[in-house]
């Protein structure tokens, strides 16, 4: 039977470029001959049945703006069958044929499941600013949220210089490391704390005082929120420390402010490009099925491929990190 009418929803935690994928896939839906509409709150409001019908002009003006027009959630009620099931029977009584579904890992299980339960096509679009879903080198609000940290590191490195201080910086990333990496080398930082590599806070101790004794004027060390809290990390430092003379850290965790805003030109285009793909994979007939980032290219990968395993972080990377802050 094909798709003829879809619901779009985000869900989890927003990334900036969630707007610009609704914006495409709507566009693209409506070009294509689809009836669209949005659900609210993600998961919650496929539970409830609150959605809206979407026309050309409700997605305008929005491909600059973060968040989600649509509102997000986490729902947990939807990793219960008996829920998923309330959800799929509103969703088949409003005449609702096709789902896509823009969020992170939490969300793309939730999209898995209920494609395994009920067969229902399913399209996912990765969007998390963790970038850190399998099977697609690429997720949306990736790099506005980089790009978010890296200003705001910048500033604090003035002062960092200014009072020849150690700094110690939190980033998001409650699993994975990849905001934390690319951030550490982007600015240029001395040490880098990701949860998939162990790295001792004596080393950190030493790593501080070793820069100090090459002449540097300040420390950076970034910590992924996965490792440890920055005020954690700043307090163990500061003790293995002070017998050498130290006697201040400072810590700044720059939060959700790594979320929120206008995302990037890049975020911009592969939003277009994954909004467009999903909307092409239902008229093809594919389903548990997510566009996928791949060697330039946007495709489709399969759900499975994005729910059986996280995505690793470049070890050769990690290397470039520890070579550069010589
Ligand atoms: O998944 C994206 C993310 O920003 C993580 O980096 C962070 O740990 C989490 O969401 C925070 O979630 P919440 O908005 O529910 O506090």
Redesign the pocket.
């Known amino acids: 039977m094909k798709v003829r009418r879809i619901a779009i929803l985000t869900s989890?935690?927003?990334?900036p470029g969630m707007n610009a994928a609704i914006r495409a896939a709507v566009r693209v839906a409506i070009a294509e001959g689809f009836e669209v509409f949005g659900v609210l709150r993600g998961y919650r409001g496929l539970i409830e049945g609150t959605w809206r019908k979407l026309e050309l002009r409700d997605v305008s003006g929005v491909i600059e703006r973060g968040g989600t027009m649509l509102m997000t959630a986490?729902e947990p009620r939807f990793r219960d069958p008996d829920w998923r099931k309330v959800a799929y029977d509103k969703l088949t009584q409003g005449g609702i044929d096709g789902l896509i579904v823009i969020g992170?890992?939490?969300s793309f299980k939730g999209a898995y499941d209920f494609f395994t339960d009920f067969q229902f096509p399913v399209v996912c679009i990765p969007a998390?600013?963790?970038n850190d879903i399998s099977g697609t080198d690429y997720a949306i609000g990736f790099d506005t949220?980089v790009n978010n940290a890296i200003s705001a590191i910048d500033k604090i490195r003035d002062t960092a210089s200014a009072f020849e201080r150690v700094f110690v910086v939190e980033v998001?990333?409650?699993?994975?490391g990849f905001?934390a990496l690319h951030v550490g080398i982007a600015t240029g930082a001395e040490v880098v704390l990701i949860p998939e590599i162990d790295y001792p806070i004596e080393k950190v101790a030493n790593d501080v005082i070793e820069a100090k004794r090459k002449g540097k004027r300040h420390v950076l060390i970034i910590v992924a929120?996965?490792v440890a809290s920055g005020s954690s990390v700043g307090d163990i430092l500061l003790k293995r420390l002070e017998p050498h003379g130290y006697t201040d850290i400072r810590v700044t965790v720059l939060g959700?402010i790594?979320?929120g805003g206008n995302p990037t030109a890049f975020d911009r285009l592969m939003a277009s490009r994954m909004g467009a793909q999903a909307v092409h994979a239902l008229a093809r007939g594919e389903a548990g099925v997510m566009a996928a980032f791949v060697g330039q290219e946007v495709v489709t990968r399969k759900l499975e491929t994005a729910v059986s395993g996280t995505k690793k972080i470049e070890p050769a990377l990690y290397e470039l990190a520890r070579k550069l802050a010589m």
């Not at 989890?12 to 990334?15: E, I, L, M, N």
Request: glycine residues 26%.
């Open positions: 989890g935690g927003d990334a986490r992170g890992n939490g998390t600013i963790d949220a998001m990333g409650r699993r994975s905001i929120e996965g959700y790594q979320r």
